[in-house]
């Protein structure tokens, strides 16, 4: 059974009224979508960070082992 309600604002604007909520569970799912999108972004970005960082660390330890073998 769809029901449509109409609310009349004014003489000539007429605002229609959903009795379903379909229009906030699009909105909870887009949200969600977004949520989902962000974390793996963020994912992603800590990914990256780490192996820079290890790539880093390995770099210099090697070139700290190359001075210490040469003096």
């Given at each position: 059974m769809l029901e449509t309600q109409y609310?009349?604002?004014?003489p000539m604007y007429?605002?229609?009224l959903d009795n379903k909520g379909q229009g906030s569970a699009e909105l909870i799912?887009?949200?969600g979508g977004l949520i989902v999108i962000i974390l793996l972004v963020g994912?992603?970005?800590s990914n990256i960070t780490k192996k820079t960082q290890t790539n880093l660390i390995n770099l210099l330890k090697q070139e700290r082992d190359y001075l210490i073998n040469k003096i």
């Amino acid at each position: 059974m769809l029901e449509t309600q109409y609310l009349t604002i004014g003489p000539m604007y007429r605002k229609k009224l959903d009795n379903k909520g379909q229009g906030s569970a699009e909105l909870i799912l887009i949200t969600g979508g977004l949520i989902v999108i962000i974390l793996l972004v963020g994912s992603y970005m800590s990914n990256i960070t780490k192996k820079t960082q290890t790539n880093l660390i390995n770099l210099l330890k090697q070139e700290r082992d190359y001075l210490i073998n040469k003096i």
